[in-house]
């Protein structure tokens, strides 16, 4: 391959420099700060997940309206493993019930439901709500909600590195010609354009294992307010910061 890499790549990507102006089409969203909202009204844990749970019913019925054509939430890590059983049984609950409970005003409001994560170890009763509610959901065009659970960035990767390497095995594929669209094509996200805007809520600025192949040129914003309180108007200020960034793709902007 010639140096700085196949013209067509080095074409397509300069296309794509420019300030932004239009809103994201595609939002993840790592949804952090459940605990530490409990902690400072003096409740537990569980009552901060639920009361999240409430802002993701509200951000999920507003995200359309802003143009948002794909909204990504991560709920729960692989890592999310290491809290105490409590929490985390108490979490899956709340999810079930959240899922089941809300599965008929997502299809109403037009919402497409898809899970990203590993299924095997998780509650066969939560797999069960969530397979019926992707299945009731399928035909939803207003948004595509992609909710992480059980999710790993790196975990992802190896699984998609696994089928290559399984279709390498059998013939099918040489290695040496392996693609980042072949790659793409093995990732829980197939098919779905990458994030354009990343947000964290709660103040951390790292992505704690989400999304790693698919966030490789999103805008990051960070912003300290905890997820149960982070509103309508929080969207739309991210979005306003969204606007004026100028993605440039590894290129050089574009000021002519
Ligand atoms: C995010 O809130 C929800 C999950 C990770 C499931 P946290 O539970 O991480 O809240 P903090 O970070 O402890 O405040
Ligand atoms: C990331 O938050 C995972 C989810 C929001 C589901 P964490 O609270 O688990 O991340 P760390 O541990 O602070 O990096
Ligand atoms: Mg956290």
């Not at 420099?17 to 003096?42: F, L, Y």
């Not at 709920?75 to 959240?98: C, D, H, I, K, M």
Request: proline fraction near 4%; charged fraction near 25%.
């Amino acid at each position: 391959m010639p140096y700085g890499g196949d013209m067509m790549t080095r074409g397509k990507r300069k296309d794509r420099i420019s300030c932004v102006r239009t809103n994201p089409q595609h939002v993840a969203i790592i949804m952090d700060g459940n605990g530490r909202w409990a902690k400072k009204r003096g409740r537990p844990r569980l009552f901060g997940h639920r009361a999240g749970l409430e802002t993701v019913r509200r951000i999920v019925k507003a995200a359309p309206n802003y143009g948002i054509k794909y909204l990504t939430l991560y709920a729960f890590s692989t890592e999310n493993w290491r809290r105490p059983r409590l929490e985390v049984e108490g979490l899956f609950t709340l999810l079930q019930e959240y899922v089941d409970k809300e599965t008929t005003e997502l299809v109403k409001q037009g919402v497409r439901v898809r899970f990203f994560g590993n299924r095997e170890g998780l509650p066969p009763e939560a797999v069960k709500v969530m397979a019926h509610c992707e299945q009731q959901t399928s035909a939803g065009k207003r948004l595509n909600l992609g909710i992480a659970l059980n999710y790993g960035g790196r975990g992802e990767i190896v699984r998609a590195v696994q089928a290559l390497a399984a279709r390498v095995e059998t013939g099918g594929l040489k290695a040496a010609d392996i693609t980042e669209a072949d790659l793409e094509s093995h990732l829980f996200t197939h098919g779905l354009p990458d994030p354009d805007l990343l947000i964290r809520t709660s103040g951390e600025q790292r992505l704690s294992n989400f999304l790693l192949w698919q966030l490789a040129y999103s805008e990051i914003y960070v912003t300290s307010v905890l997820w149960p309180d982070f509103t309508e108007e929080d969207l739309t200020e991210a979005l306003s910061s969204y606007r004026q960034r100028e993605r440039r793709f590894g290129g050089i902007p574009d000021k002519g």
